[in-house]
């Protein structure tokens, strides 16, 4: 048995609109910025969370990319949950170390990642038998 | 003074894989879909609710459109909002009869809406003076 669900949006942003982008995002949603800056190796930064302990982060992706919205999937075993989603009609687009990226059976982009925010998960993961 | 939040996570998706994308991510998000089916004039469809009263759901947009997700900003004045995203790079694409369609300062499509869901929205709207 384990446990997964909606964890976090991602706002994806190339690093050339990325930073207006960010300010935009912040401010509309009454955040502050964390003081580090997303980098190569870790591009992602942090919001205010979305009320149920939702993480909403943004994201600095390649140049030349297109800006969008993503979805995690956080789970306590990544394994199992990639077996879930895949017998369900998702794709594995590419394994990273610790997550994946992946396709909906309509080609859209999300990811299956270990759990980001443990209080929040425990009190609304739904377990899978 | 007006209110808003981040209220509403669309997964859009064009007709041609509507329906299997929309079957997986009920399946995945563990609900049950509704027993309407999107129309031309009504094309949502609406998700179990994500934590805190974030409302997850299903659109199906014109043939040939890319999948993606989208945010929508719900709020109980959205004009006062219109005002106060553009203020804050956003430029509106579209005006339809309640809502707009519009960009952020990157290029990222969102929308701004009138309250979808009044108790999750009195619970976690942020004022704005």
Same mark, same amino acid.
């Given at each position: 048995?384990h446990r997964s669900?909606i964890?976090?949006?991602l706002?994806d942003h190339p690093?050339e609109?990325?930073e207006?982008a960010?300010e935009?995002?912040?401010?509309a949603?009454?955040?502050?910025r964390?003081?580090?800056c997303p980098?190569a ?13 939702v993480e909403? /982060? ?5 140049p !030349?990319?297109p800006?969008?919205v993503?979805?995690d999937?956080?789970? *306590?075993?990544? %394994? @199992? ?5 895949t017998a369900?009609?998702?794709t594995?687009v590419?394994r990273?170390?610790?997550? /994946?990226i992946?396709?909906?059976p309509? !080609?859209l982009l999300f990811?299956?990642v270990?759990?980001?925010?443990? *209080?929040?998960? %425990? @009190?609304s993961?739904?377990?899978w038998?």
């Open positions: 048995m669900r964890g976090v949006v706002i690093g609109s990325y207006v960010a935009f995002w912040a401010a949603h009454a955040s502050p964390p003081d580090k980098t190796e870790s591009p992602y930064e942090e919001l205010r969370h979305l009320p149920g302990g909403l /982060a943004l994201q600095r992706t390649g !030349g990319t800006p969008r993503h979805l999937i956080e789970t *306590d075993d990544v %394994e @199992a949950e990639l077996a879930r989603v369900l009609g998702a594995i590419e990273r170390e610790s997550h /994946a992946l396709q909906d309509g !080609g990811c299956v270990p759990v980001q925010n443990p *209080d929040a998960f %425990e @009190a993961a739904t377990s038998p």
